[in-house]
Each structure stands twice: as C-alpha cells, then as structure tokens.
C-alpha cells in the first residue's frame, strides 16, 4: 500500500488495516518515497549464534557466550 502523509492522517484505519494484512505501508512526501511502515513481528530477530558477527575472525578463540561476556561489560572494571 501506498500512502501520502495527508493519507496518515485522515486514513489512519485503513492504513492499520493493511498493517493487519501483514502488508507494507510505503509513505510518499511530494511523490518521492519517505519510508516504509512494517507489520510487527514480520520478521523474526533469529539467534545471537546466527549473527555474522560470531565466527568472522578466522582464529577465534571465544565462545559466543563468552564474547557477548566481554561485549557487554563495562568499560573500566572496577
């Protein structure tokens, strides 16, 4: 679905209509495409395990627990 930034306004139902369709809502500004509105849960999040990051260096060492470990502690520990 296409829809102006009047349309998000005075069509709000119909656009969260088309949400609930699990279709895309693309918003046009003076005819040129702004953005795209997406249903919720269109798309899974997936595993950390699967995320490119894991596994990029060749001779790593660390389990994905273990780097997410040392990814999010702080930075001076005390």
């Known amino acids: 679905m296409k829809a102006s ?7 709000t139902a119909e656009i969260l209509k088309a949400l609930n369709r699990n279709e895309s809502v693309t918003v046009l500004y003076h005819g ?6 997406k249903p919720a849960g269109e798309t ?11 596994g990029m260096l060749k001779d790593a060492d660390k389990t994905v627990a ?12 005390l």
């Not at 040129?32 to 509105?37: A, E, L, M, P, R």
């Not at 999040?45 to 894991?54: D, R």
């Not at 273990?66 to 520990?77: A, F, I, Q, S, V």
């Open 66 to 77: 273990e780097e997410m470990e040392h990814l999010r502690k702080p930075r001076h520990d």
């Open 5 to 11: 930034i009047v349309d998000l306004r005075y069509k």
């Open 44 to 54: 899974p999040a997936g595993s950390v395990k699967n995320h490119p990051y894991f």
């Open 32 to 37: 040129k495409v702004k953005g795209v509105i």
